[in-house]
């Protein structure tokens, strides 16, 4: 009887894993049916999304942007399902990969229908102008954001930009950086914009690289040197006094028009320059 207790239990087991070895294999199969149906369904030619809109792009080439889309949408997700259909398409790569480009501020992606991706662009827009410099010489001009980003090459010569131009050192190229820190940068904008209205005519402004050191070109030849890091408030009050005192400027317009350099320094020290005179002079700051 032990025996065939033994035999019999033994035929149970058995059925038992060819019972689950069946219903494994039909579950593995029936889960393969569905997951090849469901990749049939996401390839199928009316649910792919093939053709780009954009929109807003003045600067941005339609083409590049088709390219980084198409890009996005190229492949499948775990191998099967298409990252083009238009139910899996993810909108935010897309939108990532197009605000990786520094001259995209913004950009919303949709969808229209089930054929066409929307792309709706929002481009920076430019305040100053960037020249590199190098020991090679000076290389391409750029644009500046309102933050101080360089987004894209100028176009043209900005010798006849009616920008602000800075220039200044950035290695391995400038596309895509910050020539300052954005609250820096708008600092030094808003000082630029006040000598406007002294009226002593800045063209240009070079930021040092190895200083904190400014140096702001005149139309009439001469230079104005700042030490960025201090009060700018406070400078531009020293210049519009320095420009007021007529022991040494009796003649504003002649005063520029001679101006070799005026630097204004910490502990309110001014030194100026013009260029009749071969030494310098240290007037009283107020």
């Known amino acids: 009887?032990?025996?065939?207790?033994?035999?019999?239990?033994?035929?149970?087991?058995?059925?038992?894993?060819?019972?689950?070895?069946?219903?494994?294999?039909?579950?593995?199969?029936?889960?393969?049916?569905?997951?090849?149906?469901?990749?049939?369904?996401?390839?199928?030619?009316?649910?792919?999304?093939?053709?780009?809109?954009?929109?807003?792009?003045?600067?941005m080439m339609r083409d590049d942007v088709e390219r980084i889309v198409n890009t996005e949408l190229a492949g499948n997700y775990a191998g099967m399902f298409s990252r083009a259909n238009a139910f899996l398409y993810s909108r935010t790569d897309i939108e990532n990969a197009l605000r990786?480009?520094?001259?995209?501020?913004?950009?919303?992606?949709?969808?229209s229908g089930f054929n066409t991706v929307v792309v709706n662009l929002e481009e920076r827009s430019?305040?100053?102008n960037w020249c590199n410099e190098s020991a090679l010489g000076e290389e391409p001009c750029f644009l500046l954001d309102e933050n101080g980003l360089v987004f894209t090459k100028a176009i043209g010569?900005?010798?006849t930009s009616t920008r602000f131009t800075?220039?200044?050192?950035?290695?391995?190229g400038p596309l895509g950086k910050q020539v300052?820190?954005?609250?820096?940068?708008?600092?030094?904008?808003?000082?630029?914009?006040q000598l406007e209205g002294l009226s002593v005519d800045p063209v240009e402004a070079t930021i040092a690289s190895t200083s904190d050191y400014m140096t702001i070109?005149?139309?009439?030849?001469?230079?104005?040197?700042?030490?960025?890091?201090?009060?700018?408030?406070?400078?531009?009050?020293?210049?519009?006094a320095v420009l007021k005192d007529r022991s040494v400027a009796p003649s504003f317009s002649d005063f520029l028009a001679k101006l070799d350099y005026?630097?204004?320094?910490?502990?309110?020290?001014?030194?100026?320059?013009?260029?009749e005179v071969k030494s310098d002079k240290t007037p009283a700051a107020r």
Request: net charge positive.
């Open 157 to 159: 010569s900005t010798g």
């Open 100 to 111: 990786a480009v520094p001259i995209v501020e913004n950009v919303e992606v949709s969808r």
């Open 217 to 240: 070109a005149l139309g009439g030849g001469g230079k104005i040197i700042v030490n960025t890091t201090d009060d700018l408030s406070g400078i531009l009050e020293n210049i519009s």
């Open 180 to 193: 300052l820190t954005p609250a820096d940068f708008k600092n030094i904008q808003f000082f630029i914009h």
């Open 262 to 275: 005026i630097k204004f320094d910490a502990g309110n020290k001014v030194v100026y320059k013009v260029r």
């Open 166 to 172: 800075y220039k200044g050192t950035i290695t391995d």
């Open 126 to 128: 430019e305040v100053a």
């Open 1 to 59: 009887m032990r025996g065939q207790v033994k035999v019999y239990q033994k035929k149970l087991v058995d059925k038992r894993r060819r019972r689950i070895f069946y219903l494994s294999f039909y579950s593995t199969v029936l889960v393969g049916l569905v997951l090849s149906g469901i990749s049939y369904l996401t390839h199928i030619e009316s649910l792919t999304l093939s053709e780009v809109s954009v929109r807003g792009n003045v600067r």
